[in-house]
């Protein structure tokens, strides 16, 4: 998944916003139109999933098709329309392009002694699943150390944390 989700009425809010001038009744019917559409599997044309936001507009078609591109990071997709965050989806962004952090390997997290850490035996906060960074590689290693260094107990904190 790589649409940031954003629930109907922050959208219309968000969308009145940036475009004054917009009815909001059409916008909200439009929408509402395009949610059904894609319930009932109404496909793009290539055979994708509509992008509602972008069909409400442009009529029924993927984010490739009505924009030509193929990653959208940086866009909106109605929340109802998209799978909720799952922790297979952390860090499926690749927003760094050519840069690996496959120096990081296993057991590449240690603490101040030196001793190696499993991220892997930490479990993600459920605050994790609704952040916006969740998904960044380039936030992988800040969310990781992040997630390690919450004492058992306490509750989850991040400086970092994005809500969608």
Known sequence: ???TPISKQEYVALHLLNNPSTNEAELRNNLDQKITDFKNNVRCSCGNDIWVIGSASLGNGCYKCLTGENLPTKHYEIDSALPCYTEADAFTVDDWG???LDFLGEGNYRDDDG???DPDLYPTPKMCLSCKN????SQKVLCTLNKISQEEGED?????????
């Open 1 to 3: 998944m790589n649409f």
């Open 98 to 100: 050519e840069f690996s």
């Open 115 to 117: 001793t190696i850490i």
């Open 134 to 137: 969740f998904i960044l590689k």
């Open 156 to 164: 989850f904190e991040c400086g970092g944390f994005d809500a969608v």
